[in-house]
């Protein structure tokens, strides 16, 4: 970037200021818009408007809320259309687990998941509070609200900013934020799940039913995973309009043709995604030793069961976006993916 006028120190100490705000506002556009991928292009454009601004920025706000005023105009600009992105969950009823798979739904359908790494900073408190706003029924959740209201309930109820602060945000009256905050209050009622799903690395239970999945995923023991799930558990495979509930239904769908051919995976942990539990999944390819990628996989808790089995089979692009290599090959050494 350039501008006129501006050394290049005076560049650099700008372009480093917006940076320190990139996780927040990564987390803050991914809840807006449910996909990792836009939330990056919306930051990235957040951060061209607000350079090719920053002359007119003269301090009346902070530089904070400044970004969160661009950032929230580049949302609404993004969301100027009727799709929504959603879970299969919030498509249809469950499908029957030995029913033929139908065809994939483009990529735009679908509520994507977001690597912790670019979503939460690195002070523990605030991964904290951050981890339940940014979980995958939360954002489904907020995807039935008008975008404003969206933006509206975001800020206040996530971001904690003031009525006045959001007004002068969104150019509205205080009374007008308050009455849509009610409205979105009132429908969220309605859509989102009452339990919480969320993972806490302190919890040794937790962490011994990850560790648990892992080893009867592995070894492909239905009996040793279904004692670990939750009696209305939902397993999803975005981008397939699927998902079977029930630890019964989940057994025989993963022993049904299709996903059997999963049979021996190994599971990558990665950093996490959402605050969750989350692996690359990597399948045997048929030649010995080598393995492709399958899915990002998204565990959802509750307490010591798994209410949530996420399969996110976009490969090609989630992936390299969690850091994970086009292939794995067993050495008998297992590489975690970063996040950056």
Known sequence: MSKSGSSAGSVDEVLQQFEGYRRELCAYAYRMLGSS?????????????????????????????????????????????????????????????????????????????????????????????????????????????PATQRAILIMREVLRFSANETADMLTMSPASVNSALQRARATMSKVQPTDSGSFDESDERQRKLVEGFVQAFESYDMDALTALLKQDVALSMPPIELWVSGPDNVAKFMLSPGPSACRGSRMIPLEGANGLPAFGQYKPSGEPGVFTPWSITVLELDGDRISGLNFFLDTDRLFPLFGLPPELRDSGQKHAGTTG
């Open 37 to 145: 991928f836009e939330a990056e292009d919306a930051v990235q454009e957040t951060f061209t408007r607000a350079w090719k601004a920053y002359d007119s920025f003269e301090g009346r706000a902070s530089l904070r809320s400044w970004l969160y005023k661009i950032a929230t105009n580049v949302c609404l600009d993004m969301l100027d259309g009727p799709q929504r992105r959603a879970r299969p969950m919030d498509l249809s009823g469950p499908s029957s687990p030995d029913g033929p798979l139908p065809p994939p739904q483009p990529d735009y359908v679908w509520i994507e998941p977001i690597p912790n790494g670019m979503a939460f900073g690195a002070d523990p408190a605030e991964h904290a509070s951050a981890k339940d706003s940014l979980r995958l029924a939360f954002v489904a959740a907020v995807q039935h609200l």
